[in-house]
T-cell receptor, first 112, second 113 residues
Framework: DVKVTQSSRYLVKRTGEKVFLECVQDMDHENMFWYRQDPGLGLRLIYFSYDVKMKEKGDIPEGYSVSREKKERFSLILESASTNQTSMYLC???????????FGSGTRLTVV | GQNIDQPTEMTATEGAIVQINCTYQTSGFNGLFWYQQHAGEAPTFLSYNVLDGLEEKGRFSSFLSRSKGYSYLLLKELQMKDSASYLCAVRDQYGGATNKLIFGTGTLLAVQP
Protein backbone atom coordinates (compact mmCIF):
# COMPACT_ATOMS: atom_id res chain seq x y z
CA ASP A 1 0.00 0.00 0.00
CA VAL A 2 1.23 3.47 -0.84
CA LYS A 3 2.41 5.63 2.00
CA VAL A 4 3.22 9.19 2.89
CA THR A 5 4.87 9.38 6.28
CA GLN A 6 5.23 12.48 8.40
CA SER A 7 7.87 12.12 11.07
CA SER A 8 5.89 13.57 13.97
CA ARG A 9 2.22 13.47 14.86
CA TYR A 10 2.45 16.16 17.53
CA LEU A 11 5.10 18.82 18.13
CA VAL A 12 5.43 21.62 20.64
CA LYS A 13 8.05 24.28 19.92
CA ARG A 14 8.99 27.62 21.37
CA THR A 15 8.69 30.96 19.63
CA GLY A 16 11.84 31.71 17.64
CA GLU A 17 12.93 28.09 17.27
CA LYS A 18 13.85 26.66 13.88
CA VAL A 19 11.48 23.79 13.16
CA PHE A 20 11.82 20.98 10.64
CA LEU A 21 8.83 18.95 9.48
CA GLU A 22 9.76 15.87 7.50
CA CYS A 23 7.72 14.02 4.90
CA VAL A 24 8.70 10.82 3.10
CA GLN A 25 6.82 8.97 0.35
CA ASP A 26 7.54 5.50 -0.97
CA MET A 27 5.64 5.76 -4.27
CA ASP A 28 8.29 7.37 -6.49
CA HIS A 29 5.97 10.37 -6.90
CA GLU A 30 7.32 13.42 -8.67
CA ASN A 31 5.12 16.00 -6.97
CA MET A 32 5.04 16.78 -3.26
CA PHE A 33 3.11 19.43 -1.35
CA TRP A 34 2.90 21.06 2.04
CA TYR A 35 -0.43 22.42 3.28
CA ARG A 36 -1.56 23.83 6.56
CA GLN A 37 -5.12 23.31 7.76
CA ASP A 38 -6.89 25.72 10.07
CA PRO A 39 -10.54 25.81 11.20
CA GLY A 40 -12.67 27.87 8.85
CA LEU A 41 -9.81 28.33 6.37
CA GLY A 42 -9.44 24.84 4.95
CA LEU A 43 -6.22 23.58 3.42
CA ARG A 44 -3.87 26.29 2.21
CA LEU A 45 -0.85 25.53 0.07
CA ILE A 46 2.50 26.62 1.51
CA TYR A 47 5.04 25.18 -0.97
CA PHE A 48 5.23 22.42 -3.51
CA SER A 49 7.88 20.62 -5.49
CA TYR A 50 7.61 18.90 -8.87
CA ASP A 51 11.11 17.43 -8.97
CA VAL A 52 14.25 17.03 -6.92
CA LYS A 53 15.72 20.41 -5.94
CA MET A 54 12.75 22.17 -7.57
CA LYS A 55 10.31 24.18 -5.47
CA GLU A 56 7.53 26.68 -5.99
CA LYS A 57 5.73 28.97 -3.60
CA GLY A 58 2.12 28.27 -2.84
CA ASP A 59 -0.41 30.72 -1.49
CA ILE A 60 1.11 31.36 1.96
CA PRO A 61 4.91 30.83 1.80
CA GLU A 62 5.87 33.62 4.19
CA GLY A 63 7.80 32.36 7.20
CA TYR A 64 8.48 28.97 5.60
CA SER A 65 11.06 27.37 3.37
CA VAL A 66 11.41 23.86 1.92
CA SER A 67 14.06 21.40 0.88
CA ARG A 68 13.92 18.52 -1.57
CA GLU A 69 17.32 16.90 -1.91
CA LYS A 70 15.93 13.44 -2.68
CA LYS A 71 12.82 12.45 -4.59
CA GLU A 72 11.21 10.69 -1.66
CA ARG A 73 11.72 13.41 0.96
CA PHE A 74 10.22 16.90 1.20
CA SER A 75 10.99 18.98 4.27
CA LEU A 76 9.17 22.06 5.53
CA ILE A 77 11.23 24.51 7.56
CA LEU A 78 9.94 27.19 9.86
CA GLU A 79 12.89 29.55 10.05
CA SER A 80 11.76 31.21 13.29
CA ALA A 81 8.56 29.73 14.66
CA SER A 82 5.79 32.09 15.68
CA THR A 83 2.51 31.49 17.49
CA ASN A 84 0.51 32.14 14.31
CA GLN A 85 2.16 29.08 12.80
CA THR A 86 0.35 26.85 15.26
CA SER A 87 -1.60 24.60 12.93
CA MET A 88 -2.08 21.15 11.42
CA TYR A 89 0.49 20.56 8.68
CA LEU A 90 -0.30 18.07 5.94
CA CYS A 91 2.12 16.67 3.40
CA UNK A 92 0.87 15.12 0.17
CA UNK A 93 2.34 13.56 -2.93
CA UNK A 94 1.13 12.59 -6.40
CA UNK A 95 2.30 11.32 -9.74
CA UNK A 96 2.21 13.65 -12.70
CA UNK A 97 -0.96 13.84 -14.76
CA UNK A 98 -4.55 13.48 -13.62
CA UNK A 99 -3.95 11.90 -10.25
CA UNK A 100 -5.25 12.62 -6.80
CA UNK A 101 -3.10 13.34 -3.81
CA UNK A 102 -2.06 10.87 -1.16
CA PHE A 103 -1.83 12.60 2.20
CA GLY A 104 0.26 11.93 5.24
CA SER A 105 -1.34 11.68 8.67
CA GLY A 106 -0.46 15.27 9.54
CA THR A 107 1.64 17.01 12.15
CA ARG A 108 -0.13 19.11 14.73
CA LEU A 109 2.34 21.85 15.62
CA THR A 110 1.88 24.08 18.63
CA VAL A 111 4.17 27.10 19.01
CA VAL A 112 4.25 28.52 22.54
CA GLY B 1 -9.13 35.07 -7.93
CA GLN B 2 -9.59 31.53 -6.71
CA ASN B 3 -12.74 30.71 -4.79
CA ILE B 4 -14.33 27.42 -3.79
CA ASP B 5 -17.55 27.47 -1.78
CA GLN B 6 -19.26 24.69 0.10
CA PRO B 7 -21.61 24.66 3.10
CA THR B 8 -19.91 24.66 6.47
CA GLU B 9 -22.06 22.04 8.14
CA MET B 10 -24.83 19.57 7.30
CA THR B 11 -26.84 17.08 9.29
CA ALA B 12 -28.53 13.96 7.95
CA THR B 13 -30.14 10.78 9.24
CA GLU B 14 -28.72 7.28 9.06
CA GLY B 15 -30.01 5.47 5.97
CA ALA B 16 -30.93 8.69 4.16
CA ILE B 17 -29.36 10.44 1.15
CA VAL B 18 -27.40 13.69 1.41
CA GLN B 19 -26.06 16.00 -1.28
CA ILE B 20 -23.07 18.26 -0.59
CA ASN B 21 -22.69 21.11 -3.07
CA CYS B 22 -19.55 22.86 -4.22
CA THR B 23 -19.23 25.91 -6.47
CA TYR B 24 -15.92 27.16 -7.79
CA GLN B 25 -14.34 30.10 -9.58
CA THR B 26 -10.74 29.42 -10.54
CA SER B 27 -8.33 30.79 -13.11
CA GLY B 28 -7.97 27.37 -14.74
CA PHE B 29 -9.66 24.00 -14.44
CA ASN B 30 -8.39 20.48 -14.95
CA GLY B 31 -10.51 18.37 -12.69
CA LEU B 32 -12.43 18.40 -9.43
CA PHE B 33 -11.76 16.12 -6.49
CA TRP B 34 -13.70 15.13 -3.41
CA TYR B 35 -11.92 14.01 -0.25
CA GLN B 36 -13.22 12.63 3.03
CA GLN B 37 -11.51 13.60 6.27
CA HIS B 38 -12.36 12.10 9.65
CA ALA B 39 -11.47 14.16 12.71
CA GLY B 40 -7.75 14.08 13.43
CA GLU B 41 -6.95 12.07 10.30
CA ALA B 42 -5.59 12.73 6.82
CA PRO B 43 -7.94 13.40 3.89
CA THR B 44 -8.64 10.35 1.75
CA PHE B 45 -9.56 10.42 -1.93
CA LEU B 46 -13.22 9.79 -2.82
CA SER B 47 -13.80 10.85 -6.41
CA TYR B 48 -12.54 12.73 -9.44
CA ASN B 49 -14.51 14.48 -12.22
CA VAL B 50 -12.98 16.18 -15.23
CA LEU B 51 -15.86 15.88 -17.73
CA ASP B 52 -19.47 16.92 -17.20
CA GLY B 53 -21.74 14.31 -15.73
CA LEU B 54 -22.10 11.83 -12.94
CA GLU B 55 -19.43 9.45 -11.65
CA GLU B 56 -20.73 6.65 -9.46
CA LYS B 57 -18.68 4.64 -7.01
CA GLY B 58 -20.70 2.46 -4.68
CA ARG B 59 -22.69 4.56 -2.22
CA PHE B 60 -20.91 7.73 -3.35
CA SER B 61 -21.51 9.65 -6.57
CA SER B 62 -20.08 12.94 -7.78
CA PHE B 63 -21.47 15.28 -10.42
CA LEU B 64 -19.78 18.05 -12.38
CA SER B 65 -21.04 20.92 -14.54
CA ARG B 66 -18.08 22.89 -15.87
CA SER B 67 -20.24 25.60 -17.48
CA LYS B 68 -21.86 26.32 -14.11
CA GLY B 69 -18.73 25.87 -12.01
CA TYR B 70 -20.66 23.41 -9.89
CA SER B 71 -20.23 19.97 -8.40
CA TYR B 72 -21.99 17.87 -5.83
CA LEU B 73 -21.17 14.77 -3.84
CA LEU B 74 -24.09 12.43 -3.23
CA LEU B 75 -23.97 9.96 -0.36
CA LYS B 76 -26.60 7.24 -0.27
CA GLU B 77 -27.66 4.85 2.49
CA LEU B 78 -25.86 6.97 5.05
CA GLN B 79 -23.98 5.21 7.81
CA MET B 80 -22.71 6.61 11.11
CA LYS B 81 -19.13 6.19 9.88
CA ASP B 82 -19.87 8.73 7.10
CA SER B 83 -19.73 11.47 9.73
CA ALA B 84 -16.69 13.44 8.55
CA SER B 85 -15.60 16.54 6.71
CA TYR B 86 -15.93 16.47 2.93
CA LEU B 87 -13.47 18.58 1.00
CA CYS B 88 -14.00 19.85 -2.53
CA ALA B 89 -10.80 20.64 -4.46
CA VAL B 90 -10.09 21.96 -7.96
CA ARG B 91 -6.95 21.28 -9.99
CA ASP B 92 -6.09 24.59 -11.57
CA GLN B 93 -3.68 23.80 -14.40
CA TYR B 94 -3.20 21.29 -17.16
CA GLY B 95 -0.40 18.90 -16.20
CA GLY B 96 3.04 20.39 -16.06
CA ALA B 97 4.68 21.71 -12.95
CA THR B 98 1.92 23.79 -11.44
CA ASN B 99 -0.77 21.12 -11.15
CA LYS B 100 -1.76 21.95 -7.62
CA LEU B 101 -5.11 21.51 -5.89
CA ILE B 102 -7.10 24.38 -4.42
CA PHE B 103 -9.32 23.29 -1.54
CA GLY B 104 -12.60 24.56 -0.20
CA THR B 105 -13.01 24.91 3.55
CA GLY B 106 -14.86 21.61 3.82
CA THR B 107 -18.36 20.54 4.84
CA LEU B 108 -18.73 18.87 8.22
CA LEU B 109 -21.40 16.18 7.91
CA ALA B 110 -23.02 14.80 11.03
CA VAL B 111 -25.01 11.58 10.60
CA GLN B 112 -27.60 11.05 13.33
CA PRO B 113 -29.29 7.78 14.32
Amino acid sequence: DVKVTQSSRYLVKRTGEKVFLECVQDMDHENMFWYRQDPGLGLRLIYFSYDVKMKEKGDIPEGYSVSREKKERFSLILESASTNQTSMYLCASKLGGAQGYTFGSGTRLTVV
Amino acid sequence: GQNIDQPTEMTATEGAIVQINCTYQTSGFNGLFWYQQHAGEAPTFLSYNVLDGLEEKGRFSSFLSRSKGYSYLLLKELQMKDSASYLCAVRDQYGGATNKLIFGTGTLLAVQP
